[in-house]
């Protein structure tokens, strides 16, 4: 079970009710940098579908950890950076809902996207074993992986086409899965840990993307 209540803060909603948390703010009340900001419909799964297309057209090379490390037992996953020309739309709604989140949840000073877009893909074949990413933050240690302050995750997949392959957070000791709807949307601060379980079956599709600014202090 999942507490509806962590700690001794304000009222944390359900992640997966989580549109926008300005309402549960009091005054003098602590950002919410222990909660997920997620928004289950923003993208249209005709606009996943797009982009699910765009990864299959692409050659994908194995995914590395943050700041480039090779590490195979942390994830196995295919990965590319996205090209944004090809799907102009995307920059935007991705704005749209940073600028949300970060007025709800974490007022961080933030500067822009260093890094682009990266499309990831699990698959659960036999055969090679399950794709995942175990237990990580999303902060590294070289490069702009350093500078990285919020993480956008963007679920492509419908659930029913692939098994396993949870996208979880962990504030306080507990797994929390968040929404697995396409197209759902979601920001957490780049210290947060969390994974995405074995996909042991059918392909999941993903979205990452990160948001950079000055060294937090
Ligand atoms: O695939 C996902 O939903 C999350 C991926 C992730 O955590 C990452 O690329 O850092
Ligand atoms: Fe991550």
Partial sequence: MRPSHRGNGPHRPEPDAGLDYRGLLGHNAPPLVYAAA?????????????????????????????????AP????????????????????????????ANSSNFPFDLLGFDEGFQVLKYS??????????????????????????????IQLSKPDTYQGGALEVNFDGTAIPLGTAQGTLCVIPSFTLHRVCPVTAGRRYSLATWVHGPTFK
């Fill in 73 to 100: 037992l942390i994830r196995s996953v295919a990965s590319e950076w996205l090209d944004e020309h090809q799907i102009p739309w995307l920059t935007e709604r991705i704005v749209k809902y940073v600028a949300r």
């Fill in 124 to 153: 659960g074949d036999a055969l090679s074993g399950p794709d995942f990413y175990d237990w990580h933050i999303d902060m590294g240690h070289s490069g702009a992986s350093q500078s990285r302050k919020l993480s956008v995750l």
């Fill in 38 to 70: 997620t928004y289950p419909d923003a993208l249209s799964p005709e606009e996943c579908q797009q982009i699910i297309a765009h990864i299959d057209s692409q050659d994908l090379r194995r995914g590395r950890l943050a700041g480039g490390l090779k």
